[in-house]
């Protein structure tokens, strides 16, 4: 069968041509039951092969959380990433594929007791904190480890903050590195996190400033810190160009050469920029209805099972199967009878019919990660391509 979907320049200056010939072509082909997730290998590769290259001395830890598919993560640890985990099912995905444990992470400031111990058992010993309940926690369960202090930092302009959860200030900072040395752990960093989908580029620049104040009242206490961690929250295209990567990380760079000594470490941990573009969700129109003033546009995946960061705000891009009809307002819902299932509102689309297919762009991340079963509605399928 072949399927028409006319792609527009945004659709184009959104996404990589290449991803978008490549889901095109499969579609054309044989169509498995929607709702699926269909990820270009060879954009994840792409991404994997380029960040991180503009920041001197560093190595990369893919945030798993953000798509946990065994064949993404199998694909990541063939491309040399190291991962950042948080769970112990985090760690059973990457014991089963083999990835050892120096390739492995915890930036989970407050890790549950039973993910501690395995990752200690399985020979992980890199984690964060923010509390002297995880030093002790950590003294105990996973004895002589090296730990980085979570600092927080402004998450303005990020459009997925993590910041209230997480983070100490610098004169707290400074005691708990203190207090971990105590204890006989080894005190090695500093991390943060700006805020996922970040594009505010100020945000690393007052965090670098704020880490490296840390940095020396710890050199001035006598400890002689080597590792930066400077989180996620690179970004990617949604319903606009944002601002690229190399941008950031000439700015990042900038500023560690400047305030840190050459032998610092840097790890990164991306998670939405690894994957987030690189998928493209793909489900069918189930329905449509007049409500009002407004049309409603349902479809198959929804809120529950997929596309849960519509709730905190994120906006897709979609594209729609087989209508040469005028664009027109939708309020686009998912499939389930609850009524927070409303995806977007003032979605402009051609008109489907209903068996249609619907493309939503950029949506390889914290999709599936989130999905539940809901109401019966089925996750979708993660299909490398
Ligand atoms: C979620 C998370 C990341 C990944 O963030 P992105 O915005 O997806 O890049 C990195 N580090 C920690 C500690 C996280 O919780």
Excluded at 34 to 45: A, G, H, I, N, Q
Excluded at 99 to 106: A, G, Y
Excluded at 328 to 340: E, H, I, Q, R, V
Aim: aromatic share 10%; with cysteine; glycine share 8%.
């Amino acid at each position: 069968m072949t399927r028409t979907f006319r792609v527009d320049r945004l659709h184009a200056q959104l996404i990589s041509k290449s991803t978008l010939f490549k889901v095109l072509n499969f579609l054309d082909g044989q169509t498995p039951e929607t709702p699926f997730l269909l990820m270009d290998k060879e954009k994840v590769r792409e991404k994997a092969s380029f960040i991180g290259r503009g920041i001197r001395n560093s190595s990369v830890f893919y945030a798993l959380k953000a798509n946990p598919d065994a064949e993404v993560a199998r694909l990541a640890h063939q491309l040399g990433l190291g991962f950042e985990i948080a769970s112990e099912g985090e760690l059973e995905i990457l014991a089963r594929i083999g990835v050892p444990p120096h390739r492995i992470i915890s930036s989970n400031p407050v890790k549950s007791l039973k993910f501690l111990r395995m990752a200690y058992e399985y020979g992980v010993s890199l984690f964060a904190f923010d509390s002297r309940e995880e030093v002790d926690k950590m003294a105990r369960y996973a004895p002589g480890s090296s730990v980085y202090v979570r600092l927080a930092v402004p998450n303005e302009g990020s459009e997925w903050p993590l910041s209230r959860k997480f983070g100490v200030e610098l004169q707290e900072a400074l005691e708990l590195l203190l207090f971990a040395s105590q204890k006989g752990l080894t005190p090695v960093g500093i991390t943060f996190h700006v805020g996922s989908q970040c594009t505010n580029l100020y945000n690393w620049s007052i965090a670098l400033d704020k880490a490296k104040r840390l940095w020396d009242a710890a050199a001035e206490r006598g400890l002689n810190l080597s590792l930066l961690n400077i989180g996620g929250g690179y970004p990617v295209n949604y319903t606009k160009a944002v601002l690229e990567i190399d941008t950031i990380e000439q700015n990042i760079n900038r500023l560690i050469c400047e305030k840190f000594p050459d032998s610092v470490q840097i790890h990164l941990e991306p998670g939405r920029a690894v994957v987030g573009d690189a998928g493209i969700l793909v489900s069918s129109v189930i329905g449509k209805a007049r409500r009002g003033d407004d049309d409603w546009l349902y479809i198959d995946v929804g809120v529950f099972n997929g596309l849960m960061e519509t709730l905190g705000g994120i906006r897709y891009t979609y594209l729609v199967e087989g209508s040469n009809a005028p664009k027109k307002p939708w309020t686009l819902a998912g499939p389930s009878c609850d009524s927070f299932d409303v995806i977007d509102e003032n979605v402009l689309l051609e008109e489907p019919e209903v068996g249609n297919l619907l493309l939503i762009l950029s949506g390889g991340a914290y999709t599936i990660s989130y999905a539940s079963e809901f109401n019966g509605f089925s996750i979708p399928a993660t299909i490398l391509i």
